[in-house]
């Protein structure tokens, strides 16, 4: 497996490290940005298990619907549709 290099942006005269003193005010920069997008991302992984949850529950709401319309194919012992 290939691992990709980080390409590094060379910042006026300092090679590939910025100065010490920009950084913390970067990261303060971005502190509000990346707080957002982890609430977004919280927010969508919410999402995603409520519906994988409802899924689940639609499931076993078709299957007895099916057993309701169709009790000559259903199958006991597996537990499955014919």
Do not use: I
């Amino acid at each position: 497996m290939r691992t990709k290099r980080l390409r590094v942006r060379w910042h006026n005269s300092l090679g590939p490290y910025l100065s010490h003193a920009k950084t913390p005010d970067q990261n303060l920069a971005l502190q509000d940005e990346l707080y957002n997008l982890r609430s977004e991302t919280k927010d969508a992984f919410e999402e995603a298990k409520a519906l994988e949850a409802r899924w689940t529950e639609l499931q076993r709401e078709q299957k007895e619907v099916y057993q309701v319309l169709h009790p000559h194919c259903w199958c006991p012992r597996s537990f499955t549709l014919c």
